[in-house]
């Protein structure tokens, strides 16, 4: 080790003085508890630190979790009911549906099957460039449920394939000539990523985090299993990987409109794959597997004793890829986004959850609630402010996970105190904490991802982001308050 790794100065020094003057120096609010309070600056200190990268994330949770213990504000006269409180996150399921569900979709990449899902759609939709972009939607729609990371499935599997499709074209940033086709399948390549990590629970980490709240503010009452949540983002978010491609073609239209050579390209890559092995096989069978069982198949088929915990069904997956040999203990110590979820995850949870029980969550919805009753509005245009105020705050967010730490439970419980009815304030701001990656290009990790291979400018990204974020939202709304109003959620 040559030199230390320390924190950030500019951002650190940030995250203390506003810690300390929180805990310090403001007034404790009328009817909040001295330990919430002081609960809520060690939150709002470590949301700050999120923000500015004062440390890595999963360091930056270790840190919570210390602070949490060794200042007992969970428990202030027992040292080890805190220390039990701080470590409280860890025993949560849905924190391990998403480890686990990354560890299993390992297999897709250490496989190729990841690849030749992605060629296979391009081949059979790649006669045009627009068949192209809808390929290229497909893949992703077809990985999504089984991949939480949305940067893995969108920067690291898809992104590539998109850029060999452009350069087969000539299409580089680097010859100037990104505007052929590459711009544009740049552009679907990102926005499809939003769209199909608000369509499923294990899509996007933050999503089980969204779950969790919602059930925490309605002690239970609402609970969204997985099979629920695909239903209730079928068909709006169909509607939007169907709409996506043809406005971005509009807004930034491909020179190049028929790439005949796209079939052919994608079918030499199929050929360099060669039929599908044996690890693809067993893999695709456990996904389908997985599947099944998350979707309620086998309850529908068999009856209720067949019911199995979406958690559950991610570690037997998970045990038989182990089992079979397609991934190997060291793939699964190796897989440090999946630890790193784990730690981060379990703290922020602990944090929320406590925030919860101490009350300050409460206060917080209701000084939001005061704010909008003087408006004199009914709860649908409450409702309509909360959502839409939620989403683009995401322009100040450069994580969707420190997003909706900071402020999903407070907007939640604020619209339900407004009126709003708790499933579909829940629907719409769970699947607003996905859709507004579309904004910015420090979004979510795949952002940086496919904006620093160079196919957008920063105007075009931001452009084509404010449109499709309308366009989303619209339809969410739109036909997600239809949809919802058919399955009888709302």
């Known amino acids: 080790m040559k030199h230390l790794v320390l924190p950030r100065p500019v951002p650190t020094a940030v995250v203390v003085c506003l810690t300390l003057i929180i805990w310090f120096a403001i007034p404790v609010p009328a009817g909040v508890a001295p330990n919430a309070w002081h609960l809520f600056a060690l939150f709002v ?155 499923f629970i294990t899509a996007t980490a933050p999503n089980p985090l969204c779950v969790a709240l919602i059930a925490a503010a309605t002690a239970g009452a609402v609970s969204i299993s997985w099979g629920q949540w695909a239903l209730a983002a079928l068909l709006p978010c169909l509607v939007m990987l169907l709409v996506m491609p043809l406005v971005l073609y509009l807004l930034y239209p491909p020179q190049i409109t028929h790439t005949p050579g796209a079939k052919e390209m994608a079918s030499a890559e199929l050929a360099k794959l060669g039929p599908m092995r044996t690890p693809e096989a067993i893999t695709l069978c456990v996904l389908i597997m997985m599947l099944a069982v998350w979707a309620g198949v086998p309850v529908w088929l068999f009856g209720p004793a067949f019911a199995l915990d979406p958690t559950t069904t991610a570690f037997v997956g998970l045990a038989l890829l182990l089992v079979t040999g397609v991934l190997e203990w060291d793939d699964i110590l190796k897989a440090k986004s999946a630890w790193d979820t784990l730690i981060w995850f379990a703290a922020l949870v602990m944090m929320a959850t406590f925030l919860g029980n101490l009350g300050l969550t409460k206060w917080f919805s209701l000084t939001i609630q005061g704010g909008i009753t003087h408006l004199g509005l009914d709860w649908k245009a409450s409702a309509a402010i909360l959502v839409v105020v939620y989403f683009y705050a995401h322009y100040f967010f450069a994580s969707t996970t420190a997003h909706v730490t900071a402020m999903f439970a407070a907007f939640f419980a604020a619209g339900i105190a407004l009126g709003t009815p708790p499933m579909l304030l829940g629907l719409l701001l769970a699947f607003s904490s996905s859709l507004n990656m579309s904004l910015t290009h420090y979004a979510t990790g795949t952002a940086p991802i496919i904006f620093g291979s160079g196919y957008i400018t920063l105007n075009e990204w931001w452009i084509a982001g404010l449109v499709m974020s309308v366009v989303n939202l619209l339809i969410l709304v739109g036909v997600g308050g239809v949809w919802w109003s058919v399955l009888g959620y709302i």
Do not use: C
Request: charged fraction near 10%; hydrophobic fraction near 50%; avoid cysteine.
């Open 45 to 199: 200190g470590t949301i700050v630190a999120i923000i500015g990268k004062a440390m890595p994330l999963g360091a930056l949770s270790i840190l919570a979790i210390a602070l949490v213990a060794i200042t007992g504000v969970t428990n202030p006269t027992k040292p080890a009911a805190a220390l039990a409180d701080a470590l409280s996150g860890f025993a949560n399921p849905l924190i391990w549906l998403i480890v686990s569900a990354v560890m299993v979709a390992l297999a897709v990449t250490k496989t190729g099957l990841g690849r030749r899902i992605g060629f296979y759609f391009v081949k059979l939709f790649g006669k045009k460039t627009l068949g192209v972009a809808y390929g290229l939607v497909f893949s992703e729609l077809v990985i999504a449920p089984v991949t939480p990371s949305n940067t893995a499935r969108g920067g690291a599997i898809i992104h590539p394939i998109m850029r060999s499709i452009a350069d087969s074209y000539g299409s580089s940033p680097e010859l100037g000539t990104q505007n052929s086709i590459g711009r544009y399948l740049a552009l679907v390549n990102y926005n499809t990523n939003p769209i199909t990590s608000a369509m």
